[in-house]
């Protein structure tokens, strides 16, 4: 009677526990849903009416903005060369893009450029398309140098912020490994994976993915093909459908250089190669990295669901892969690897400068909220940084800008966040 009382009492504990993570995370969505309501009551309308097809950076406005542009040129080893300024960068999401973003952001500020920023909030209205009516102070007819915050990418829309000379970039990455970070990081925010049981949720989701996936649910397109939406595709087409190779193809000839979450440090040789930029203007420190034991280690079993559900995300990826290597080739294997290595050797000799510890920390260890990154629902696997004490005055303010998260990079240029602030009060409060 015993046993059978206790097995009736955990039973009853998990089910009381079960009960209430589902109306934190029902409560969680119905708070994100009136979020959203408050940011359209407070922007302008999406719609892609005549006015916003006309609105386009006329090549007067070109040249203003670029007189007002001082880079000095750079020597090269195949002689000078002018640095570029005008740059769009498409913002994937778990692709170590964040990183990239920390680079763009130090850059631009340093020069003066013009950036296209996100109001109330540190996307572009994410997972609508992109609009230019999303951009911060945004009036028909600017300009901007760079473009560089999460959005779901429309050429043409993007197109009419940015002079013609404008370089396009992006970050790819393999997509068995973007999967499961998505999976682990956005979850709590997918209702869709509420209803899985057990530990190991993403094992039980790619072992029947159609038992628990619904194109037309409530983000369910963080889990599948996420690199082909984020682009503006559509991320459920069928494996043999030909439009997905006209969709690569059409990328391929929109963006100038692809680069790599696996081969970061090759990607920023060949960046500072495309963009006649300074090892000094690619040094970086790793940002919203998790830590280890959050990763979910997949058998070959898994690995290969997971390409199968992925399969345009997988088809996109192997595709830049080999025009990737293809450039590595032309720029010099020994010379990349000379490069590499240099850029190691800078990266090594920031972090004695500027980080405690030797490395990145759990976020409850790290002391100034400035360096604290933004966490996923329910839990805070992001690491982030400490910034040493007495640092040298000289090299204080770089440091501080190289350990400086998105939200708090995108606050001091002077975007408000006020959406952002308000729906993280909301889910740590709620998830407490």
Known sequence: ????????????????????????????????????????????????????????????????????????????????????????????????????????FRFGEKHKLKFALPKGRNDFFYPSPFRCSQVKDYRLGDCFNIVCNHMRFDHQEVAKLLPADAVYITILRDPVALFESAFHYYHRAVPLTWRIDGEDKLARFLNSPQSFYSANAFNSFYLKNLLFFDFGLDNHLEADDPRIARDINDLSKRFHLVLFAEYFEESLILLKDTLCWTTEDILYFKLNARRSSSVSRLTPELRAKALQWNEADW?????????????????????????????????????????????????????????LPWQPIGESSILGYNMKKNIDPKFRTICEKMLTPEIQYLSSLGVSLWLTRLWGWLKDAVWI
């Open 1 to 104: 009677m015993q046993d059978n009382a206790s097995v009736l009492t955990m039973s009853g504990l998990k089910g009381n526990k079960c009960s209430s993570v589902v109306r934190r995370l029902i409560l969680l969505v119905l708070l994100t849903n009136i979020l959203l309501v408050l940011y359209c009551l407070t922007n302008p309308r999406q719609g892609n009416n005549s006015s916003s097809r006309r609105a386009t950076c006329p090549l007067s406005a070109a040249q203003l903005l670029q007189k007002n542009v001082s880079v000095p040129p750079q020597s090269t080893k195949s002689g000078e060369c002018s640095p570029k300024v005008n740059i769009m960068f498409m913002k994937t999401h778990k692709t170590a893009s964040s990183t990239v973003l920390n680079i763009l």
């Open 315 to 371: 088809r996109l990826y192997q595709h830049f892969n080999v025009t990737f290597w293809a450039r590595v080739e032309a720029y010099g294997r020994e010379r990349m690897k000379r490069e590499v290595n240099e850029l190691r050797r800078r990266n090594s000799e920031m972090m004695e400068i500027c980080i405690e510890e030797g490395g990145a920390v759990e976020a409850q260890k790290i002391q100034d909220r400035r360096f």
